[in-house]
């Protein structure tokens, strides 16, 4: 089968704003929750592990390590140890990105976000979660003289808070544990601080579920449509804020990027079907073969789009692959000659990617030599292209922070009030 070679991406629609009271309420509490906090647990989703972090928060987290005495110029390095004060960083829903890019996702934070330790972690797996509770525990035992524990649970809607919680609660105590908590497919289902939950007897360590926090404005242009449609197609905003066909349209699009040889939704479509990168002529094969018909005999593309987005939320997403297409894609790029030698394909570069966050182009010169790539050549290569993924996204969220313009129209209408009525309380005092 062909590789894609050049995928475009769509036209997006600018992102709504979705910020219910009930999240700005508990961004203005995180300040006083933190001085009762030891360790702060933040989810974000393995599939989104760049977009699903929550600039808005990390003002109140940095401010609570400083106070804590970790240092401002180092964030590795503790100047005062007055007690637990720990962040810990968690990959959910692990089950759902393929687990060739984990390892080298690991090594290219930790290179770049040296300050936060990540976890991939997934309510399926117990071994996670057992080791996420060990984990608290030992963070625990190296405070001995610290009576308990407190661990707030903090990240975007739905990327699995209370989830994960129910499973440790279940983990870490024996017999009859208290009512688990809610949990929904849909964001927005916690929407108030919990009460204290208990992980573990011996050390005491308690934790705290909290309402998904989706911030304020996603973003102006380009990036800010990209951000909203990632996080709404993974069901992080709320849902019928977006229509069926922007979602499918991105899908169709992260999936090609991820597997450009053999793109996932094939598995809904006849063997032997080659992969296809325009929506409509996706979208009337899945009509055709899924026999969805409107009055008049037209083939429905808006139930096809639905049902698409659908079945990757619900199973798609669990087709992963176990080992890289890179190694398959370094072959399409090389074939050899009658006489064995190497000689490049007319291919000059493919677009490939990791979970939706992460795309990179591969050319030929990324490979020595195309019929000896190895597992760890490829797992560094990997890294490598994550590590710039990583640098151009905090480069870009640097960019939006200096820029005083890069806010709702909702939140630029306040200021502008706010300006009007401080210039005329000024030009009151100068005219008494
Ligand atoms: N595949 C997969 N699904 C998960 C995992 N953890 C949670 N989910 C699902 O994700 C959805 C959201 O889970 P919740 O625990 O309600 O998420 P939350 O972060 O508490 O959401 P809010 O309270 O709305 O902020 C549910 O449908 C869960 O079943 C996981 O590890 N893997
Ligand atoms: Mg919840």
């Given at each position: ?22 999240m ?116 625990a ?21 209370s ?62 449509a ?103 894609l ?34 030929p ?52 009030t ?13 005219n008494?």
């Open positions: 089968m062909a590789a894609l070679t050049h995928i475009p991406s769509p036209l997006l629609p600018a992102p709504p704003s979705w910020y219910p009271g009930h700005m309420k508990f961004t203005r509490m995180l300040p006083s929750l933190l001085t009762r906090t030891d360790v702060v647990i933040e989810i974000r989703d393995s599939r989104l592990p760049l977009t699903s972090i929550n600039k808005s928060l990390e003002a109140a987290l940095r401010k609570w390590r400083l106070e804590r005495g970790w240092d401002a110029n180092d964030p590795t390095r503790r100047i005062i140890n007055a007690g637990p004060c720990e962040r810990l960083v968690v990959l959910n829903k692990r089950d759902l990105v393929p687990e060739w890019g984990m390892e080298p996702f690991r090594l290219a934070m930790t290179k770049k976000c040296p300050d936060q330790q990540v976890i991939f972690a997934s309510w399926h797996r117990p071994r996670d979660i057992r080791d996420l509770n060990k984990t608290l525990v030992d963070i035992r190296r405070y001995p003289h610290t009576p308990e524990l407190n661990v707030l649970v903090i990240g975007m809607p739905n990327v699995g808070k989830t994960l919680l129910n499973a440790l609660r279940s983990m870490g105590i024996k017999g009859k544990t208290p009512k688990a908590f809610k949990t929904s497919a849909q964001p927005g289902l916690t929407q108030a601080i919990s009460t204290r939950l208990k992980l573990s007897l011996d050390p005491l360590v308690y934790a705290f579920d909290t309402p998904g926090v989706m911030l304020p404005f996603l973003g102006q242009g380009a990036s800010g990209e951000r909203g449609v990632k996080l709404a197609l993974i069901a992080g905003i709320k849902e019928g804020l977006y229509d069926m066909d922007t979602l499918a349209s991105y899908l169709l699009y992260r999936l090609n990027v991820l597997s450009p040889i053999s793109p996932a939704y094939l598995a809904l479509l006849p063997e032997g079907t080659q992969p296809i990168i325009d929506l409509d002529v996706f979208l009337t094969k899945i009509a055709q073969r899924m026999g969805m018909i409107k009055r008049g005999a037209e083939l429905d593309l808006s139930r096809a789009a639905a049902y698409f987005v659908r079945w990757w939320r619900e199973e798609g997403g669990l087709l992963q692959t176990a080992s890289s297409t890179l190694q398959t370094s072959h399409h790029m090389f074939v050899s000659n009658e006489k064995g030698a190497n000689t490049i394909e007319e291919v000059s570069s493919v677009t490939h990617g990791w979970g939706f966050d992460f795309e990179w182009q591969i050319s010169n990324d490979f020595h030599d195309a019929h000896k790539v190895v597992e760890s050549d490829v797992a560094s290569l990997v890294q490598l292209k994550m590590e710039e993924c990583i640098e151009n996204h905090l480069v870009q969220s640097e960019r939006e922070d200096r820029d005083e313009t890069n806010i709702s129209a909702t939140q630029r209408k306040k200021q502008l706010i300006e009007e009525k401080a210039r005329r309380r000024a030009k009151y005092a100068t008494r």
